[in-house]
């Protein structure tokens, strides 16, 4: 059994209302890929969030006296600082330059996901553009889904993923927020091991080690692979959401 | 580009004194793989502590009244609390059902690492028998590289891993803890993205992308398979320990 992930290098630049699900075909056909049941499309983040035009002008931007509060105690443009503010439920832990909230979607991350680098509104390149994450990356993820299902006739996931820091550990990896088809967690309690004994704690977040994979592959930024492809994977696909990844409040000792 | 994982699946069980790189090269064989210059073989910490003799009866295990007290805070056997205990810099969190704590090693883990299932320390089935996490992960690991590569003639790396749950997220990741010659992390500082910005913070754990991925082909417990093969690791191959990914406690905002 052999996972095989494959990166997409002929995806172009995005801009807003680009179609990505075209691109993506275009790019599989490029590279001699058909899509085949069972396939994983795996996307950056900023290329969906750029498509579907989640830029802001910080120019545009009136930090509230919250917002300049969290901009000297981060370090952060007062402006940025107001747009983590509207992006977040909660903010968990401020330092210098360091802004770790709940975001609006529920998982924990720095900065709520906002990006400033590759990002340019109106085709350029500027530093007072940043952007957000998708607006809602479960949808988007089933929007493309059903697009490409619709253009091949086979079954497939795509999963959208960012790069998170972790508690504990140095270094980022990626991990899923937002997926269609991908599961998020598999449950293997109850399974019994090779000796017959129940396993105890042993539910797998597939969909964060897929993202791990594919983020890997994506690798260095200068590069720019915003997309890869994914056979193999040893899953079967089903109905998802991204909600199953998210820890509950009271059952996460860590907050 | 693609990266390939393949499971190895002709791995037997793993006894205490077994010559794993051996048994990887038999299995590499079966499979019609030959390693490659990049290559990295990654294995499951349980059979590398079983053959390294990590396996502790409970019988003998005498608990101190600090195992007791943690006992009762936990509902785990005072025994095994007594062997968290020994393998443990520091206890972050106890809740019933489940402790968190520094590892001798350093990172952060539940229950020390220690695993109940899949565990005979003669061979047999046993529920008094478990197995800690071998000595020093990143000596095991060089230790089977030196071996690999003077049977292969090529450069490869080894990586030990195992099952973390995560803060905030549900479900566990395949995780390094140990390795040799696969970089803990990779410093994106300073390289220019697509538009010529200096990217802000980019510090790549690709030690840890690569064991997740790897976990996802091992995959389902029942099937026990306890090593992959990968290729097209898009990173270059150097020296390296697992301290690279461990986060000072005086940069850890979530200890």
Known sequence: MTLSITALKNIPLIKP??????????????????????DIIVLAQKIVSKSENQLVNLATVQPSAEAVALSEKSGKDPRLAELILRESNEILRTRM??????????????????????????????????????????QSALDIRTKLEKASGKQIGVMIIDSHGRAWRMGTVGVAIGYAGVPGLVDERGWKDLFGYTLQITVVATADELAAAASLV?????????????RGFPYPLRNSSMSELIRPRDQDMFR
């Open 17 to 38: 209302g680009d179609d990505l699900a075209g691109m993506i075909l275009n790019a599989l056909n490029a590279s001699d890929l058909a899509l085949d049941n069972g």
């Open 97 to 138: 330059g360091s802004v770790i909230v709940e975001h609006r979607l529920g998982f924990v991350c720095a900065n709520a996901g906002i990006d400033h680098s590759n990002v340019a509104g109106d085709g350029s390149a500027t530093e007072d553009w940043v952007l957000l994450l998708p607006n809602n990356p479960d």
């Open 218 to 230: 994506m690798g260095q930024a200068s590069e720019g692979i915003p997309a890869v492809h994914v």
